[in-house]
């Protein structure tokens, strides 16, 4: 196998990671979105039963 051969192939898992690992950020970006719209729907809501 050549140099060449052999640094495409790194450069491909590389890039396979890097990109997995992009879609995982991703993923979280959502999900923290989506708890942090989660949270701001409920704080009103307890102050309400607070004040209750």
Known sequence: MS?????????????????????????????VAALSEAIQGQAPQQENQEAA
């Open 3 to 31: 140099e060449f051969t052999r640094i495409l192939e790194l450069y491909e898992e590389l890039l396979a990671k890097v990109k997995l690992q992009e879609a995982e950020m991703k993923s979280m970006r959502e999900q």
